[in-house]
């Protein structure tokens, strides 16, 4: 292996030492075909239709001091996704669970980021017929990430509205959560380019639809709304309906135009991927007053306290 790299600098000499092993890996643990691996040694061949044609599915669950949250939502979405693409594992969902359980634990993380997945794989024939390839189940718990980092936590993050249009449901269906990500990530650019942290991109009539990995919501005289088509159901957004209608809030999803999120009194992102997080400016103009809105602030506050909840909550089986 390192012979053949070394050849390789030798007849390129542009290729730097950074090339070579341009992998930096987080710290955890990676299940792949039936072995616990660091993931640094988690690896899949490029002949795989996962990574050929994003022929995939996959779920996120965090795991919040032990505990994963609401792990159930995220096994029915897993297994929902893999149905409608017509693939098959060899784990049931109780396989699976102690999968997850078992990364988790062996990462050590007691706040960890924990990805399931599936790909179409790899046919021995490479084959053009899906129906050949032998799918492919991985998991991993890698160190909790956030879309928002401690300073937009607290004062709110910048988000661009980008004219990209994200693949509509006719094309894919976005209750599948799916690596079709091309749309999300032009629109991340387009967002960067004008100095904002993140991106919001349309749905297929001109509305808000979501941002890479994330949805939004925006609260408007006490009232909240949330895009309803052309999204992923987060678990995050159910979440947030499920705390206001404890709370008493008024939560719907319907059509979100752009005047609206502009004019809204609080605008906020959800995601497994960080939770509820406060949006202060929209192309570089303040939400109401720019501040982190009350109505966000307490729900910020209700979901973390629910990440003790038994009902919602399941622990870590350590060693
Ligand atoms: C995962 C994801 C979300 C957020 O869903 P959660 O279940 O709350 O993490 C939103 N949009 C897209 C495209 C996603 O992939």
Known sequence: MSQVAATTVKSFPFVSER?????AYPDGIAFLDGQYLPMSQAKISVLDWGFLHSDATYDTVHVWDGRFFRLDLHLDRFFGGLEKLRMAIPFDRDGVVEILHNCVALSGH?????????????????????????????A?????????????????????????VRIPPASIDPSIKNYHWLDLVRGLYDAYDRGADTALILD????VA????????????????TPAVGVLPG???????????????????????????????????????GGI????????????DGKVGAVTDRLMALYWKRHADPAWTSAVRYP
């Open 277 to 288: 997080m406060p949006v202060t400016r929209i192309d570089g103009a303040p939400v109401a």
């Open 140 to 164: 991993f718990a890698v160190p909790f990430g956030s879309v928002a980092n401690a300073e937009q936590l607290r004062s709110g993050l910048h988000v661009a509205i980008s004219d990209k």
């Open 210 to 225: 979501e941002g890479p990995g994330f949805n939004v919501f925006c609260v408007k005289d006490g009232k909240l709304s």
């Open 19 to 23: 090339h070579l092993d341009p992998h």
């Open 110 to 138: 007691r706040a960890a980021y924990v990805e399931m997945l599936c790909t179409r794989g790899a046919s021995p024939s490479f084959s053009r017929d899906p129906r050949q390839a032998i799918n492919r189940f991985m």
């Open 235 to 273: 678990i995050t957004r159910r979440t947030v309906f499920d705390l206001c209608a404890e709370a008493g809030l008024s939560a719907v999803a319907t059509d979100v135009s752009m005047a609206a999120l502009k004019t809204a009194d609080e605008v906020f992102i959800t995601s497994t991927a």
């Open 204 to 207: 297929f009539n001109g509305n």
